[in-house]
């Protein structure tokens, strides 16, 4: 008999948890389109004790979405060329994703969503936040709103690869390779969601360099002030991992933050990432 799926909301702006999902198993496409409807409604929604979920299935999973992404700068599992292994070991300083990004905005056709699964986590902290973009678009002005849809910026992974980046220093336990020269590519500041129509600030500080026409120096006070307005609390949720747990969010509508905040603790997670297409 197939079981009932639950959607319980884990705060008044984004994220849900699904009950009643096993995403080892067959996934019926009554189950799927559940599952795909709360992704639109929720922005990001969470799985416990999916214990049985293996390299392959959690790819399986990942490819109803679309085509999965093989990391540019980041070396995959062996034999899993798409999975990202994120850990963090009990010596490490730096963790990886430690700043509010939305992943692969430095991609021409940047990532749909994420599918992340906790192997190892430590007995508190690790938690990972996420913030609605959607809900930081709306709550500007139609003034501000009018000036940023005219707006076109520049991503590029070559800040956070490049020497000075957080996610470059990530070298003992991820193999990561330098990008100081990575390419560059343009995306519209205000985005609009390709399955749902909603409109979403689309800039991030991981790997949003400027706008358009503007130069670093005259983006960097516009640049700050969304950075700081899309991150209020009001727009976030956050989610305490169990081995287990499985998050999978939606890089157009959403940013994410892993706290580092677990020194002296093992902290080991496998990412799939599913690829979306060319922001309009
Ligand atoms: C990421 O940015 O993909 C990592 C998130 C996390 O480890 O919680």
Same mark, same amino acid.
């Given at each position: 008999m197939a079981r009932t799926i639950e959607v319980q909301p884990i705060s008044g702006a984004l994220g849900a948890e699904i009950v009643g999902v096993d995403l080892a198993g067959e996934l019926s496409n009554e189950a799927f389109d559940a599952v795909h409807r709360a992704f639109l409604d929720h922005h990001v929604i969470f799985f416990r004790d999916?214990?049985?979920?293996t390299p392959e299935k959690h790819k399986a999973f990942g490819r109803r979405f679309g085509t999965l992404n093989v990391h540019p700068y980041v070396k995959g599992m062996d034999g899993h @060329?798409?999975?990202?292994?994120?850990i963090k070991e009990p010596e490490e300083k730096t963790n990886f994703g430690g700043g509010w990004h939305t992943d692969?905005?430095?991609?021409?056709?940047?990532?749909?969503g994420s599918i992340l699964h906790a192997i190892e986590v430590p007995p508190c902290g690790g938690d990972t936040l996420w913030a609605n973009q959607h809900m930081a678009y709306d709550a500007l002005s139609d003034g501000l709103k009018q000036t940023l849809g005219g707006l076109t910026a520049i991503h590029s992974a070559k800040g956070e690869y490049? @020497?000075?980046g957080q996610s470059a220093h990530n070298r003992q336990s991820m193999d990561t390779t330098m990008a100081p020269d990575a390419p560059e590519f343009e995306h519209p500041v205000v985005r609009t969601h390709?399955?749902?129509?909603r409109k979403g600030l689309y800039v991030n500080p991981a790997f949003t360099m400027h706008f358009k026409g503007w130069t670093r120096r005259e983006s960097r006070p516009l640049l700050n002030y969304l950075f700081e307005h899309c991150r209020q609390e009001q727009f976030t949720c956050r989610f305490r991992w169990e081995a287990g747990s499985v998050a999978f969010w939606d890089n157009r509508s959403t940013w994410h933050f892993a706290l580092n905040?677990?020194?002296?603790h093992r902290r080991h997670m496998r990412r799939v990432t599913v690829n979306g297409d060319r922001p309009f």
């Open positions: 999916q214990n049985n979920l @060329p798409e999975i990202l292994e994120i692969m905005s430095f991609l021409e056709e940047p990532a749909l490049g @020497p000075k390709p399955e749902t129509g905040d677990y020194q002296g």
